[in-house]
């Protein structure tokens, strides 16, 4: 009889077979064979734990979200709100540019499947939900001007951070993923917190 910890151990295992494939092949070239067998276990089991292909990719997108950046963040803040901004713009690229490859495939992918759309467009609003419930914290403390919206100011700071990479590497010609040096990342944190700091009362 199977365990609830070998139950768990096994479900996981099939989620990080699936991120890897869907990170090679992408969505639509990951078969649920490939993925059993680089499990290690056979497609039945597959079809127990997850039903189809479909719920297989919302349990990685779900798990990536639960350990990506939006859910973390906050584990390390100082409440210096620049210095904070800053590592969070650092946390918000390494997370992008560690995934990146699966992230490229998937966007290609979801032009033609649907389904896989929608559940990257609603992973990427949870995250954003996430990133507005903190400004919304600096908006009420003080730090952050009052004029500003959380929603917008979670959108600009992804699309600031996470779309660098994104783009960056889309567009490039290259082999070896395109991050930025520090002194621009230091450069696009300040900007943005220049741009959405409370002026200080006098």
């Known amino acids: 009889m199977t365990t609830e910890t070998g139950t768990d151990e096994t479900r996981q295992r099939i989620i990080d077979a699936a991120i890897g494939l869907f990170g090679e092949v992408g969505y639509s ?3 649920t064979r490939a993925i ?5 276990i056979n497609e039945v089991t597959l079809f127990r734990h997850f039903g189809n292909k479909k719920n297989l990719l919302l349990a990685c997108i779900q798990a990536g979200n639960q350990a990506g950046f939006a859910a973390t963040f906050r584990d390390h803040l100082t409440g210096d709100y620049a210095a904070d901004i800053g590592f969070m713009a650092r946390l918000q690229m390494a997370d992008t540019a560690a995934h990146f490859d699966i992230l490229r495939l998937l966007m290609c992918d979801a032009q033609a ?19 507005a419930g903190y400004f919304r914290e600096q908006i009420d403390a003080g730090v952050i001007r009052a004029d500003l919206d959380p929603e917008a100011l979670a959108t600009a700071f992804d699309s600031l951070f996470s779309s660098y990479i994104v783009f960056a590497n889309l567009m490039g010609s290259g082999s070896a993923l395109v991050t930025p ?10 900007i943005f917190v220049r741009g959405t700091v409370a002026s200080p009362r006098g």
């Not at 059993?36 to 290690?40: F, H, K, M, T």
């Not at 499947?113 to 990133?131: H, I, K, Y």
């Open 113 to 131: 499947v649907p389904e896989l759309r929608d559940m990257m467009a609603s992973g990427a609003s949870g995250n954003r939900d996430l990133l």
């Open 181 to 190: 040096s520090d002194a621009t990342l230091d450069s696009l944190a300040g």
């Open 29 to 31: 070239g990951a078969t």
């Open 36 to 40: 059993a067998e680089r499990a290690g």
